[in-house]
């Protein structure tokens, strides 16, 4: 295989906008701002992390959502999840959870302490038009319930959805058939994903640097920098300098299939016309959640 071919380069690297949401927490928006106001199935990326209470303590009280999916990946702190349909639980360091809020739901993310540093990913992922109203529905899983696998010397792979050298993570989504992997890479160690040429894919740094492609040609990316790929057969990615641990870089890699349709949007409703959108107000507005 001519692996110029076939690996996917980097297109843009794109960073994050500092922002704040819910009550006022502080967060960096990556994807869902104007440089990259999306990434075809994706509608928003955040990343939350500090170790000020001031900074998260707010949370995010009662909201709603309608017409997509929400996944929240903890990597440090614990939250606190509670809608208005009695779902409830405490999402805890590496845990997930996959939130499809569907024909729609109200609910609250408060921060379940009062010191210490809360890390994590928001990732807003849409539905397709036949499942917009779906029932709203949780993947929820424990740092236990997601795989590990090591595809190869220096790299480690939580795999939270998709396949890595015969692991499955526990998430699924046909329609839109995603992976989300939590990468560490020691410096000089190669990780190689295969997917569908035509998903739309992205890596996130979080600690350290990586090169992401194949050389020549291969590009690097450092922490708190978003890579969009171009087309292709595989990623690949070389670990460069560690993060915090003094041992490994740190990235997330997210891909899914495009849905192709037109996107009407306005806060946390995500639907495909204007005519939804209101509807979507008019049902909030009178309890319809
Ligand atoms: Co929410």
Redesign the pocket.
Known sequence: MDTQIATRSVQRVVTGMPTSDGAGVRLTRVIGQPQLPDLDPFLMLDEFGTDKPEDYIAG?PD?P?RGFE?VTYMLDGRMRHRDNHGNEGVLVPGSVQWMTAGRGLV?S?MPEQQAGRMRGFQLWLNLPARDKMTAPRYQEFGPERIPTAIPAEGVRVKVIAGRVAGIAGPILQPATDPTYLDLALRPGAQFVQSLPPDYAAFVYVFEGSLRIGADPGAKAVRAHELAVLGEGEAIRLTGVSAGEDGETARAILVAGRPLREPVAKYGPFVMNTREELQQAFADFQSGKF
């Open positions: 995010f909201h959502h929400t609910h993310e």
